[in-house]
């Protein structure tokens, strides 16, 4: 589809407002001249929105401090396409846009290669039937994020609806294979029943059992304590030593200690020199008291000392109540357990119990026993008489029966319980509540709420596999599709790099596919040796892309992949080329490659639009082409913000300076070459020109710069050139006295060179984009 012609343009880039007459129509090669900043790339970037659909080229583009909204109307094939401020309406064009925003979103931009430019490089080398399957590609897993979301959503609904249930032992998967429950609520409540009895049977397992209570000595074995002497040693020297310590404590007045200085004594012995005394040192004269010491102190006496020590410490524990604590503590523990297992078996309790009264009797009696064992203790040799001990431990032996008799009564209770468990049926009470979690599970599975949420969960899985399919299809596709344009690219750009003259080749390869998007891949080669064009931006000490290339070898490569992606493309022959000063930073010699590659290309595509600065570049490709082709046209601006597209000629605006008159007033105004009268009559010819040449609609080819005025005075007031209005009256103003023959008796008026000077300018600022 051709673009027929623009219609209207307003509020877009450097257009405030752009007229184009209605006679202007573009051609199969359209060339526009226009100077640097007067809206070329404004133009590109109208056919690039259209051909994408991208309203933010345009919304971003919007004139600023002016009034009314952005429009943008164009004739395609016949039918108008118009941009409303917020989106395209009509059948748009395939347009391929090569301008300076095309090289930094696909080639590079700066110094860099990014990432970012590769993957739209490779968007650009697969063309539409690629894009296409990336954008499935994309929306594909864009589909399956969004699947796998709902899926892990209800899977963890379904993994706490699981362990709610205590069926942790099923996977989700098998949660959804259960089958369905009959009489699910009496299997339930069957199940639970059989769970509680072997609750119940598993407590009564684990219930702790009663006790002994810890007895006190025997009444025998204290009675054979107490009456217990020690043989082997002498009468004489048991008599000796008593009366020796005694007298020591009857001197000193310390009470009897005696069995504490028998320690001591002891002790001493063991020091024992061949002549000194081992407790004062001194030579002895008389050693018959060591010798008694030494009978003594045998080791049967020792034993025995030790026994009545150990008994001693036995009934402090009874003396002091913490052998009645300890009682009171297991009587206690013992009403528990007969509590619980009443609770869990329906054992009669036992009247295990012990009298307060007897933890009193408990405590006179230990120390009666403990009074006996104190005078042994002073006396280890000789045994305590029967008529002594009888009264103390018959009192010792009734607490003891006591004792004996609870333990007995513990004794049986332990037998009956132990009885009661073992006769329990050990049946598996964790399978058993396995079991009823997993009838719970079968009910819940088939409930409505829980049914609706299976079968959501298994359509998102049934959808999950059939885009994970489509994915591996697509991806197959994108992969044959994308080696089939491939195979000869590399070729292709090293052919175009080749006949402009550039010192470099590429490697071009399989795409990379790693992350979400594919992108293109390529090496330098330059005398062979391959240089990534992707490095640090400041890695300059080795060769890299910002280092190897020239900017014009960088505008080269731009080109070359420009046309080589062109080239490639199965629809070229419906494809709109814009190339908007395409020959920007590259040498003189390679002008004539980008003419003749412009040409071939007019025989291929729908339609080529050339926009560009340079006279002399449009020039040279007029003249290479069939005159029926082309058309030469120019942005003009004859007012501020306004502008027009008028029809430009090409041959006369590239003539040798000063054969056109508005040259004549450039010279002039550059170099003040020229007669002054005669650049004064030429400011009305270049005025006449242009508007005549800017709006044929309105002005007549024979219309004088005075009927101008006055038709543009007469226009609406929405009339584009109607801010040129004081600019015109006052240049007519100051040229028609010379535009005519001098009348007899007019004073004779000089012309001031800066003055005219100042009107050549105002003059060139009004015609801008005439020849």
């Given amino acids: ?32 001249f226009g100077e640097n900043g007067w809206g070329k790339s404004t133009i590109a970037d109208i056919l690039r929105s259209v051909s994408t659909g991208e309203p933010k080229i345009l919304t971003g583009r919007e004139t600023l401090a002016s009034a009314g909204n952005q429009k943008v109307i164009l004739l395609v094939d016949g039918n108008q396409v118009e941009f409303n401020g917020q989106a395209w309406q009509g059948s748009c064009p395939k347009v391929a846009v090569y301008d300076q925003i095309f090289v930094n979103q696909n080639i590079f931009s700066g ?22 399957l990336i954008q499935d590609i994309v929306r594909i897993d864009e589909e399956l994020r969004a699947v796998n979301t709902t899926i892990g959503q209800y899977d963890r609904t379904m993994k706490s609806t699981i362990a709610t249930l205590g069926a942790n032992s099923l996977s989700v998967d098998q949660f959804i294979s259960l089958g369905q429950l009959d009489n699910g609520d009496q299997a339930i409540a069957e199940m639970e029943a059989a769970v509680r009895r072997l609750e119940q049977i598993d407590q009564i397992g ?44 009857a001197a000193e007045g310390r009470g009897n200690r005696a069995m504490a200085h028998e320690v001591w004594l002891e002790a001493g012995l063991s020091y024992e020199p061949d002549d000194p005394c081992p407790f004062c040192g001194q030579e002895l004269q008389d050693r018959s008291l060591v010798d008694a010491y030494r009978d003594f102190f045998s080791n049967a006496y020792k034993e025995l000392a030790a026994r009545v020590q150990r008994s001693r410490a036995t009934i402090e524990r009874h003396v002091s109540g913490e052998y009645a604590d300890t009682i009171r503590r297991a009587m206690t523990g013992i009403a528990t357990i007969e509590s619980n297992w009443r609770a869990l078996a329906d054992v009669e309790e036992p009247v295990i119990a012990m009298p307060e009264e007897t933890f009193a009797q408990l405590i006179e009696a230990a120390n009666a026993v403990d009074a006996l064992l104190e005078v ?13 001990i009888a009264g103390a431990l018959t009192q010792w032996e009734e607490i003891v029966a006591v004792i004996t008799e609870i333990n007995r009564q513990i004794t049986d209770y332990r037998s009956r319980l132990i009885a009661i468990r073992d006769a329990q049926d050990a049946a598996d009470l964790p399978a058993q509540k396995t079991a009823l979690s997993i009838l719970r599970a079968r009910k819940r599975r088939f409930e409505p709420d829980m049914v609706a949420s299976i079968q959501e969960l298994l359509d998102a899985q049934i959808q999950k596999g059939a885009l994970a399919a489509d994915k591996v299809t697509k991806r197959g596709e994108l992969t044959a599709h994308t080696t089939a344009v491939t195979q000869g690219l590399g070729a292709t750009i090293n052919a175009y790099l080749d006949r402009l003259g550039a010192g ?14 594919p992108a293109a891949a390529y090496n330098i080669l330059i005398n062979d040796v391959p240089v990534q064009p992707r490095t640090a931006q400041d890695d300059i000490g080795t060769p890299c892309f910002k280092n190897t290339l020239s900017a014009g070898d960088k505008s080269v490569l731009s080109l070359a992949i420009f046309l080589a992606t ?15 000063d395409p020959f920007t930073s590259m040498d ?34 007029w003249d290479t082409v069939d005159r029926d082709l082309v058309t030469s046209l120019s942005i003009q601006t004859g007012a501020p913000g306004l502008a ?83 600019d015109l009256n006052e240049v007519n103003r100051y040229t028609r006295a010379f535009h005519h023959a001098p009348v007899e008796g007019a004073a004779v008026e000089d012309t001031n060179v800066e003055e005219l000077r100042t009107y050549c300018r105002r003059v060139l600022g009004l015609t801008r984009g005439s020849a």
Avoid: W
């Avoid at 877009?12 to 007459?21: A, E, I, N, S, T």
């Avoid at 810890?214 to 043989?231: G, Q, Y």
């Avoid at 590659?597 to 339609?607: C, F, G, P, R, Y």
């Fill in 566 to 580: 062109l080239k490639s493309r199965d629809d070229l022959n419906e494809v709109i080329v814009v190339l908007d």
């Fill in 588 to 621: 003189d010699f390679r002008r004539s490659f980008t003419v003749n590659e412009i040409n071939k290309l007019t025989d291929h595509v729908s339609q080529i639009f050339v926009l560009s600065h340079e006279k002399g570049f449009l020039r040279s490709i």
């Fill in 1 to 32: 589809m051709p673009l027929d012609k623009i219609i209207d343009v307003q509020k877009v880039g450097r257009f405030q407002k752009l007229h184009v007459p209605t006679g202007i129509r573009f051609s199969k090669l359209t060339l526009i």
């Fill in 206 to 249: 684990r219930a702790p059992l009663p006790e002994v209570l810890p007895e006190p000595s025997s009444t025998e074995s204290l009675r054979s304590l107490l009456a217990s002497s020690v043989d082997g040693v002498a009468t004489e020297a048991h008599r000796t030593l008593r009366v020796h310590i005694e007298r020591y404590h």
């Fill in 111 to 132: 110094d860099s290669v990014s990432h970012d430019h590769l993957k739209k490089q490779y968007g650009l080398v697969v063309g539409e039937t690629g894009v296409a």
């Fill in 504 to 517: 470099f080749r590429i490697d071009y390869q399989q795409p990379n596919y790693r992350g979400n998007e």
């Fill in 376 to 388: 042994k203790q002073r006396d280890l040799v000789s045994a305590l008489p029967e008529q002594d």
């Fill in 644 to 726: 027009s597209i008028a029809r430009f000629d090409l041959e006369a605006a590239t003539q040798p300076r000063h054969l056109t008159e508005r040259m004549e007033v450039e010279e002039f105004c550059q170099q003040s070459i020229g007669s002054p009268p005669h650049i004064r009559r030429l400011l009305r010819n270049v005025l006449e020109g242009f508007y005549r040449q800017a709006d044929p609609d309105l002005f007549l080819p024979d219309d004088l710069l005075g009927s101008i005025i006055a038709k543009i005075e007469a226009a609406p007031p929405a009339y584009r050139y109607k801010a040129a209005l004081d």
